[in-house]
């Protein structure tokens, strides 16, 4: 027989595993029809901002964490990644309220502009740091 694997291992993962989709995915529609992703955070952002560094955060931590999932020396690591992309989202939130232009203007309307890959993301931090914190 194998060894038995908890359910919260298996909600770790779908949760980064979401985080990771949902940044590849459209996360809020602009003001004529476009669509930005995390990785359009990234790019447009000027000298790092916190914008860019909000976005880093969320696709590394995102990648840890399902890499931690199968390589046993980095399980014990899984709560850190977990509150990494959590950081990582307070520090894009911080940056859309404190950055100017387009940015400012997205966070006004946070949650009228959001599309799916904002909403995955938020759910696949909740899975995340449940699967994280019940396992600990």
Partial sequence: MGKKVSLLSYLYLC?????????CCPMFNGLFG???NGFD??????DGGFVAIGAIL????A???????????????????AICVLAGAVVLVIGFMTSGGLYKAIGKQLLKRATVGFYLVVVGIVAAVVGALRKA
């Fill in 15 to 23: 949760g980064m595993a979401l985080v990771a989709i949902g940044f």
């Fill in 34 to 36: 476009s669509s930005a």
């Fill in 41 to 46: 955070f990234i790019k447009n952002a000027k």
């Fill in 58 to 61: 969320i696709i590394a931590g």
């Fill in 63 to 81: 990648i840890a964490g399902i890499l931690a999932c199968f390589v046993p020396q980095l399980k014990g690591l899984k709560l850190i990644f």
